[in-house]
């Protein structure tokens, strides 16, 4: 079992920044993926990143690709989504999730463990 808690979550204007945490517990995730996904109200859950947790490789959606980034601290089993030139469209409730592989993918139902969610909102 693994146990996902995001933090960081908040308010801020259009050009800010914020960085999600995703703080993993139950197991090391050496042989796994994490993922962050966004779901906006009346909108399907939508693939922001991902990261392998050995290797640190690492895919964006298309709409975040050159403002956010994904990383992981191996020691604190934590992993972290820093979020820049925040826009209006981005907010969304925010999700990390954990999948037992060594392949990133982007589809959210592959996905197993998932945390409960941090709230993002951006004003204009």
């Known amino acids: 079992q693994v146990q996902l808690v995001e933090s960081g979550g908040g308010l801020v204007q259009a050009g800010g920044s914020l960085r999600l945490s995703c703080a993993a517990s139950?197991?090391?995730?050496?042989?796994?993926?994490l993922g962050w996904f966004r779901q906006a109200p009346g909108k399907e859950r939508e693939f922001v990143a991902a990261?392998?947790?050995?290797?640190?490789?690492?895919l964006y959606g298309d709409s975040v690709k050159a403002r956010f980034a994904i990383s992981r601290d191996v020691a604190r089993n934590t992993a972290f989504l820093q979020m820049n030139s925040l826009k209006p469209d981005d907010t969304a409730v925010y999700f990390c999730?954990?999948?037992?592989?060594?392949?990133?993918?982007?589809?959210?139902?592959?996905?197993?463990?998932w945390g409960q969610g941090t709230q993002v909102a951006v004003s204009s």
């Open positions: 139950g197991r090391t995730l050496s042989d796994y993926v």
């Open positions: 999730a954990a999948l037992q592989s060594r392949v990133l993918t982007t589809r959210p139902a592959e996905y197993k463990y």
């Open positions: 990261i392998s947790w050995s290797g640190g490789y690492s």
